[in-house]
């Protein structure tokens, strides 16, 4: 499971490009993350981020470059084939099995890593009562990842019955059960209060510390970038402007440029 | 090679496609603006058929008409149009406004529900006899224009005629006029048409009522140029329009006006056609195949069909 | 159907006191409390509740006819659960199921019949004919599997139109004269011919598939189907194939229909194209959605309830007792506080009788006709509801013109009684528009039962998504906006 450094890294891309009716998202994108490193991607609005994280899923498919999972190119694979070789996402807009319990959204991502098919699911073989034993108890591990707030009682809940922050939770809970080896957080603290944007960057680590994901993030909470990343990518029009420690990309002055405007930089 | 017949299937399918091209129209619009399959649309054209048939009637019948014949002519149409129009109206504030909100296959089911409703209704109240419009009492079928050796039908100028006279009129509405605007803003983003002031239930009422008049008025077409009518013939021309739809592109116009000639040439080339090609095998009956393999290849090779741009899904 | 653990009495959180004393007002309701009641209900102990009557139908009843009917239903049943997998499970608009259903029958016909010059053993048959059209199922869900809901409605409906055409104009299914020296079931060596025997081949059937079903939907393919019904996109980057996802739910589906023709073929001992037409495309669903989509116990009972109305209204007397007892029925389960329905119908029948007594004065052929019933809900209504007969009017407008009008004028009061705010105005319009939905019925829909079940049909479907999608017994769905 582990590809060590020597390898190369986990998530390599390069010369990324996509456009939309003529209009340039990602342009010519190249980074990489890590083995167990965890990465936040930065930028204004429409700078491309959501766009990478779905041309790195597979939900678009990109003009031109490539996309390298493990040393190997994923460009063109079906999304849940990417799925299952180990990248698990959630989503800024909140895409959760709204009409499923807490406990079944969960278990539901466990898809890729079980094998039960119709006839031995009819036929309740041990081994398929196994495996349901089994993604019950993973599922109810995943949720209780988050202490309290997800467990018990709330297994059984309609996940439409969650609290806004519960759902955010929820979403890493559902994509850590599809036990990938990279974790895409679409903006994980959006939304969030104070207190719960302070819990959701200890748990990023955590997830890391206790899960051995690595992390690419994208975030707007400043905060949260500081406190997790190794490493920040910048992006600006579908093109990386910084790359480095957070210190050094959030002081970049294209990256000042970027979020408040050239006059800003003029009038300083 | 035999170019009468060539020249026949070309009329044929040309006044079918018309017809074809008006219905896909109304679905075009609706699914622009609502996303939404109006399965009930065909049925507004066989109430607007049956309602020109009424004028029809009330006026005398085709062997005594007591206006004259063009005037009779554009009567059905307007009253099948206005008719057609309130009944979509109707559909949609009865059967769709109550759902937008709902699980996505509800205002499909609710659909279906409409239609069957509709079409029993008819059962119910006509009876299951074809009503016949005796167009070859309203006009003689020798009046027409030669084309060559071949006379064609006046009666099938007038509709082909009348459906162009319709698409422009809209073509125009919806490019130049202030409702086209607020129709093509409601049709990209609800939401923010919504925030820019525009009403977009009295938009989503006037493009059904829009739509369904047309659908109403291919109802009268189809009377005069084909002659017969029944409670089930929306059936038919609904799935037919939607074809023409999607082969030109839904929720554009010129692709439903191309879509419609398209499906209603190659339909009319595949009744003429299927039994010499298939040595017998098939009968004429198989040309809804031909129409249906098209839907099939289209949505597989090109599901945004000839005139429209591929979607972007949102994530 | 509700899976995972369901304690007691959780803590409610995000529940104040208002919205709580709200919903306790709300449930007063007598059909609220009844849901509440099943709702707690596990499901595998609903649909055992249900198989029991079905087991032991045959011992109650004398009469041929009815046991028909219990074959029939139970064959409507299959249909039923079959359909709901690709629309209540994974959410597809599948408009070409019932094609899968004559597929079965015609293969039963193909493989035990006189015609055929074969007689299989029913338990080859059956399951070679399920796996068949199962494949079938697959196949037509091929081109399919990549078009959204909408899109894939309409292809499948034309692949039932496509499917019609070639059973009606292709040789070898004698076109509309279909197959009717269709030998009986054969079931290891031994012919089926009583009904009875039919009757507990087809249970025996659906208590198999309802099994299958059940233990499907609690498993890792039936969660992965209502994960793709409620977000394909996610669901897909949940590492869930959606697409093969589909085409098995729509295979499925189909060999579910494929049993239900094979049972159906030897039961009707003959197969015509116009069994399996539009008509019974939209029974079936009115059943899965009458009931609840997505849940085994609703759509089991929706199928239940919808073929039993059906077959009561063939017969005048039975269909008027039926409609009657709908109405006050619906009025009572709807209509709050419990007084108000006994006050709407009691003026109602005031109402009635003064028109009535007004016409009769005014204009004596507006209440001369007699009704069509001889039960004694019509004698009763006879000399209450208005029943022209002949011309009626100055103008001489002939009855059957009036009543015509009368109809629409019905659909027209109808939806501009929904478009009332107020409860008030609303209890007192509809005193009126009853009498007329009474005078409509008497005058019309009693006339010909035949298309008024359809019509009926047809209304309920509408009605109900606009009132409640999710069936008398599915669970309330939330969807984002």
Known sequence: ????????????????????????????????????????????????????????????PPEAGDVLFDGASIVGLDPHKIARRGIARTFQTLRLFLNMTVKENVMAAAYGHTRAGIVRSVLRTPGMRREEREIGQLAEDRLAFFGDRLVGYRWGQPAYSLSYANRRRLEIARATAANPRLLLLDEPAAGMNPVETNEITELISRLREEGGFTILVIEHDMHVVEGISDRVVALDHGVKIAEGTYERVATDPRVVEAYLGTSAIEDT | MDWDKLVQLI????????????????????????????????DVLMIGAFIGWGVLGWLGGAQDPVVAVWLLIVLMILAAMVGGGFLGVAIERFAYRPLRRAPRIAPLISALGVSFFIQNSVLLLFGAN?????????????????????????????????????????????????????????????????????????????????????????????????????????????????????????????????????????????????????????????????????????????????????????? | MSTGPQSPEPPRIGVDEWVASSEERRARSVADRLQERLERTPAAAKLVALALPFAIFPLLVDSDYLKQVGIDTLIFVLLALGLNVAVGWVGLLDLGFVAFF???????????????????????????????VAAAGFLVGLPSRRLVGDYLAIVTLFFLQIWLVVLINASFTRGPNGISDIYPLKLFGREIVS???????????????????????????????????????????????????????????????????????????????????????????????????????????????????????????????????????????????????????????????????????????????????TASVDRLVDSWVLVPEGAVGPDGLPAGALARLAYIGLIAAILALTLIRSPLWRAIALVPVLYLTFCVWENILLAQPAVARFVLIGAMLVALMAVRPQGLFGKQRVEVV
């Open chain 1, 1 to 60: 499971m582990t590809s060590d450094a020597l390898h190369g890294p986990l998530l390599d891309i390069r010369g990324l490009s996509l456009s939309f009716g003529g209009l340039r998202v990602l342009d010519e994108l190249d980074f990489a993350v890590g083995e167990r490193e965890i990465v936040s991607v930065i930028g204004p609005n429409g700078a491309g981020k959501t766009t990478l994280f779905n041309v790195i899923t597979g939900v678009y």
């Open chain 2, 11 to 42: 009329v044929n399918g040309l006044t079918l496609g018309s017809v074809y091209a008006l219905v896909a129209l109304g679905f075009s619009m609706v699914y622009g603006i609502l996303k939404l399959l109006n399965l009930a649309h065909g």
């Open chain 2, 130 to 315: 074809f009503r016949s419009y005796e167009s070859f009492d309203l006009v003689d079928v020798e009046v027409g224009v030669s084309v060559g050796p071949l006379n064609i039908w006046i009666l099938r100028i007038v509709v082909m005629a009348a459906a162009l006279a319709m698409m422009l009129g809209l073509w125009i509405l919806v490019t130049r006029t202030k409702l086209g605007k607020a129709m093509r803003a409601t049709a990209f983003d609800r939401e923010a048409a919504a925030m820019m002031g525009i009403d977009v239930d009295r938009v989503i009422v006037k493009t059904f009522f829009i739509g369904s008049a047309l659908a109403g008025a291919a109802g009268v077409l189809v009377g005069l140029v084909f002659g017969s009518i029944n409670h089930f013939m929306g059936f038919g021309y609904g799935l037919k329009g939607f074809t023409a739809a999607v082969v030109g592109g839904i929720g554009s116009i010129p692709g439903a006006m191309f879509g419609g000639l398209f499906i209603g040439l190659a339909e009319a080339f595949s009744v003429g056609y299927i039994e010499d090609l298939t040595r017998g095998r098939l009968g004429s009956a198989f040309s809804d195949l031909v129409v249906f393999l098209i839907l099939v290849i289209f949505m597989l090779v090109r599901p945004q069909g000839i005139f429209g741009k591929p979607e972007v899904k949102k994530v």
């Open chain 3, 102 to 132: 004559g597929l079965g029958a015609y293969l039963y016909a193909s493989v035990a019949s006189e015609y055929a010059g074969r007689h299989w053993e029913a338990q080859f048959a059956v399951p070679a004919i399920a796996i068949a």
């Open chain 3, 195 to 373: 009904l009875n025997g039919y009757y507990y081949v087809t249970f025996a059937a659906f208590v198999v598939i309802v099994s299958f079903l059940y233990l499907l939907g609690r498993s890792r393919t039936g969660r992965a189907w209502r994960a793709v019904r409620e977000d394909e996109l996610a669901a897909e980057l949940m590492t869930m194939p959606v697409n093969r996802l589909k085409l098995m739910a729509f295979a499925v589906g189909a060999g579910i229909a494929g049993v239900a023709g094979a049972l159906f073929a030897p039961a009707q001992g003959a197969v015509f194209p116009a069994s399996f037409d539009i008509v019974l495309l939209i029974t079936v669903y009115a059943m899965v959605v009458l009931g609840g989509a997505g849940s085994l116990f609703g759509v089991t009972v929706g199928a239940v309830l919808i073929n039993a109305s059906l077959e009561a209204l063939r017969d005048p007397d039975d269909a008027s007792w039926l409609f009657y007892g709908v109405v006050v029925l619906a009025l009572i389960l709807l209509m709050r506080p419990r007084w108000l329905p006994v006050a709407v119908l009691g003026a109602t029948a005031v109402f009635g009788v003064v028109v009535h007594e007004v016409a009769e004065q005014v204009r004596p052929s507006l209440v001369s006709g007699t009704t069509f019933g």
